[in-house]
């Protein structure tokens, strides 16, 4: 990569803006809360990720892709400004920590038709493109799994601890990373400056911003107002408060699983992306950030949800999802207020066992020692939240 110049890649505002501008022929951002995330994360890929060539790569490559998509979401918003005005009805919200069976819920309901869901190629292309044939879509969704098969290359651990598919269900972190506050950025470098810019930002236009992508998505694709979305992302426990603020009738789904069996999970999984992008040890990096950020999703989401009212609440657990699903579903379903129909129950034994015929998760091996920590360390930061759950 140095002998062909790809080291040399300029990480500058400047740059990367007019980089995305060039690929697209606009100009307007329109809506500009991504600056602050964007600014505070270049700084800190500058000054602490130590990225390797193929790092800075990645970097340009995800930032300018983000921007491209702003540009675009601008153009259409502009065109069509009653997209804007379209509705988001009571969304369903599955949240809970990393790891913890989230994922499988999600693209269980997703089978669903009543229901819509972020798929994985429009969360990272989320922005018809104006003035191109079908809005880009073809040309858009080919891009994305062209480079899910790159990615699964590049990334195979992690690739086997959260399998990725261009049709499939994806959570929303992936329209967060279009305002570059989420947490993907923290399993990607190590940025302790944005770690902490990003505990610490008031997340309300990002949320907003991220409603207005669904907004641009449902219209895109021509679905009716009231099509309820379901939706998940561990990111959530972290501003359930700005969540509920933009969307007040979410009905939340809460998932639970033993913190021993998560946090070396997802310590796991965020090395295997981050190990690719520097050429230094980042275990003990990964290690810190995680456990980290485990304890205080774990603390914020618990104090949030004093305030929240009673009727938009549930709480699933990882192990009776193991036992029991459908019973698990009929008390989702019903919480949502939603019949569980005999088609929804056939599709979603369907999904279960194509998933488990395929072990899409089995591979996925990690022990807490392998970054240098204890059951007791962890127990020491997350006992509160075992015990209370």
Not at 189 to 195: A, C, G, H, K, L
């Given at each position: 990569m140095n002998a062909v110049g790809l080291a040399?890649?300029?990480l500058s505002e400047q740059a990367l803006v007019a980089a995305a501008q060039k690929a697209t022929g606009f100009t307007r951002f329109g809506d500009e809360s991504f600056l602050p995330g964007l600014r505070v994360l270049l700084k800190a890929i500058e000054t602490e990720a130590n990225l390797?060539?193929?790092g800075r790569f990645y970097a340009k490559e995800n930032i300018v892709g983000s921007l491209k998509n702003r540009l675009w979401a601008n153009a259409c918003f502009e065109a069509h400004p009653e997209?804007?005005?379209r509705k988001i009805v009571a969304p369903i919200v599955i949240i809970g920590p990393h790891r913890s069976g989230t994922t499988r819920l999600q693209r269980?309901?997703?089978t669903?038709?009543?229901l819509q869901y972020l798929k994985t190629w429009e969360g990272f292309n989320p922005a018809p493109r104006m003035g191109s044939h079908d809005l880009g879509k073809a040309a858009r969704y080919t891009e994305i799994k062209k480079s899910l098969g790159v990615m699964q290359h590049l990334y195979p651990g992690a690739f086997v601890g959260h399998p990725m598919n261009a049709d499939w269900a994806e959570e929303e972190m992936l329209l967060l990373n279009h305002s570059f506050c989420s947490f993907s950025i923290l399993g990607s470098?190590?940025?302790?400056?944005?770690?902490q810019w990003f505990l610490n930002h008031?997340?309300?236009?990002?949320?907003h911003s991220m409603a207005n992508m669904m907004k641009l998505i449902s219209w895109s694709r021509g679905d009716a107002e009231d099509k309820r979305w379901v939706l998940k992302n561990p990111q959530h426990m972290m501003d359930l408060g700005t969540l509920l603020k933009v969307f007040p009738d979410a009905k939340i789904?809460?998932?639970?699983?033993d913190p021993l069996k998560t946090v070396a999970s997802v310590m796991s999984l965020m090395w295997h992306y981050a190990v690719q992008h520097t050429d230094l040890p980042c275990r003990e990096a990964m290690r810190d950030t995680w456990l980290d950020f485990c304890e205080k999703a774990a603390h914020r989401c618990m104090q949030a949800r004093k305030n929240m009212p009673v009727e938009q609440q549930l709480d699933i657990y990882y192990a009776e999802m193991n036992s029991d699903w459908r019973a698990v579903m009929r008390r989702v379903y019903d919480f949502c207020g939603l019949a569980f129909a005999a088609e929804t129950e056939q599709a979603q034994a369907e999904w279960l066992a194509q998933s488990e015929s395929e072990n899409r998760h089995g591979g996925h091996r990690y022990t807490l020692e392998d970054f240098g920590t204890t059951a007791e360390a962890v127990d020491a930061r997350l006992m509160f939240a075992r015990q209370h759950y």
């Open positions: 040399k890649i300029e390797n060539p193929f997209i804007l005005q269980m309901m997703a669903d038709t009543r470098y190590n940025v302790p400056s944005y770690y008031d997340k309300t236009d990002v949320y789904v809460f998932t639970h699983r």
